[in-house]
């Protein structure tokens, strides 16, 4: 029980991805830099681990996303016009970005799976437990989500993850957990399957995006055979992790959106923009006028 005492005090965001189901616009721009309403995609991801009392990000990126870097450092020139011009909402704004979290980047210098991108934040890590936040996922209620995995992770001292139930007919694009239910919410884990086929699916409880793991999963991941694309599988070390160590699923409070795909990140920006007092009226009326 040693992990449930420790603080988990960083987070990981693999963003290396090249964001292909948004091209064209992904070839200059990185996905996680799409808006949601006037905030990109990632900013959440961050906003979420802050909450959490996360202290340090690490942001696993690739060649040519330097955009994000950008996007969370200060940028004095606009921070001074902005103080001229008397705006400071988004002089706050824009400053709370360099705020949140230390930020850290780390290079992936090959599209070789989660389960890689992960691995290569192992330095960065070291021997402690971290969060794993995916930032095509966002997750919308509170606590947010990485604050109700942290309670389960200390109340059990093991590796966490977050699960939502899907239907049968979409069960074929998640990963999938074999449960045993231990407590409201909660369950333990005995293994996993990669987007099974309906009628295969051990249950219906699909994995979210969002994890709580001892510092054992790099040993776990290293140990992982390449698929056939070369690619190192998050859900495979979570496998062997398993074999030495037990895991737990908590079933989250809130509502979850696929920000990675157009869709997805269109529904998200509608329910943001329609809760903002400054334009979800007229959002609303626009709305019904389209619907009619």
């Given amino acids: 029980m040693k992990n449930a005492a420790m ?32 905030r990109a995609a990632i900013q959440y991801a961050v906003q979420e681990a802050a909450a959490a009392g996360i202290e340090q990000v690490i942001v696993v990126t690739s060649r040519g996303k330097e955009a994000i ?15 001229v011009k008397g705006d400071s909402q988004r002089l706050l704004e824009v400053r709370r970005l360099s705020e949140m979290a230390q930020m ?15 691995l290569c934040a192992s330095r960065a890590v070291g021997e402690e ?22 309670e389960v992770f200390h109340r059990y001292g093991a590796s966490v993850i977050a699960v939502e139930e899907v239907l049968a007919s979409e069960i074929q694009n998640y ?40 510092p054992e999963i790099f040993d776990a991941l290293a140990r992982v055979k390449p698929g056939a694309k070369g690619e190192i599988q998050l859900t495979d070390g979570m496998g062997l992790l398993l074999e030495s160590q037990p895991m737990y699923a908590f079933r989250l409070h809130g509502v979850s959106y696929d920000v990675g795909n157009p869709l997805g990140l269109l529904k998200a920006s509608i329910e943001l923009a329609l809760a903002r007092e400054d334009m979800g009226p007229a959002l609303r009326e626009f709305l019904r006028r389209v619907v009619s």
């Fill in 7 to 38: 603080k988990v005090k960083k987070a990981v965001i693999p963003a290396a991805g090249l964001g292909t189901r948004f091209l064209p616009i992904t070839k200059a721009v990185p996905k996680e830099l799409l808006p949601l309403v006037d």
């Fill in 69 to 83: 870097a950008d996007y969370f450092d200060r940028h004095l020139e606009l921070e001074s016009i902005l103080t």
């Fill in 104 to 118: 850290t980047y780390i290079r992936q210098p090959e599209q070789l799976g989660l389960g890689h991108a992960v």
């Fill in 129 to 150: 437990p971290f969060a794993v936040i995916l930032p095509d996922v966002i997750v919308l209620g509170e606590p947010g989500a990485t604050s109700q995995l942290l």
């Fill in 175 to 214: 990963g999938v957990i074999v449960p045993q239910p231990i407590a409201e919410g909660v369950y333990r884990v005995l293994g996993t399957v990669e987007k099974p086929a309906p009628e295969e699916a051990p249950s219906n409880l699909a994995i979210l995006g969002r994890y709580i793991f001892t």
